[in-house]
């Protein structure tokens, strides 16, 4: 499994980005994938998570009514809407994926979303960097 991230740039605060993650070589029908970011100095935190119906979401509050996250089966990629950016949103955004072998799994990797241990594949990475 291979995924790629991609969408980062330099923008400024009040604006909006669009951050893509593309996967290749998935293993099963039932995944989770989610974001993470960090920051200079900082542990690796969550920001997002999406199920593999779509319709289960999650975010961390810092980013809740601002972020969305959506994803394209027949295109296999993951999307992060980030709105009203500020410089506190500034970090090494990756996207992640777990592909669990059954419901049962799934539900099991879902209920541990938020953890970055709960993924087995990671992207590169794309720099979101917000100024004042």
């Known amino acids: 499994v291979q995924l790629q991230a991609s969408g980062g740039g330099s923008v400024q605060a009040g604006d909006s980005l669009r951050l893509s993650c593309a996967a290749s070589g998935r293993t099963s029908s039932w995944y989770a994938m989610a974001w993470f970011r960090q920051a200079p100095g900082k542990e690796r935190e969550f920001v997002a998570a999406i199920g593999w119906s779509g319709r289960s979401t999650d975010y961390a509050d810092s980013v809740k009514g601002r972020f969305m996250i959506s994803g394209d089966n027949a295109k296999a990629t993951m999307y992060l809407q980030m709105n009203s950016l500020n410089p506190e949103d500034t970090a090494v955004y990756y996207c992640?994926?777990?592909?669990?072998?059954?419901?049962?799994?799934?539900?099991?990797?879902?209920?541990?979303?938020?953890?970055?241990?709960?993924?087995?594949?990671w992207g590169q990475g794309t720099l979101v960097t917000v100024s004042s």
């Open positions: 992640a994926a777990g592909y669990p072998t059954s419901f049962l799994k799934y539900v099991s990797t879902w209920n541990k979303r938020g953890a970055a241990s709960t993924y087995d594949y």
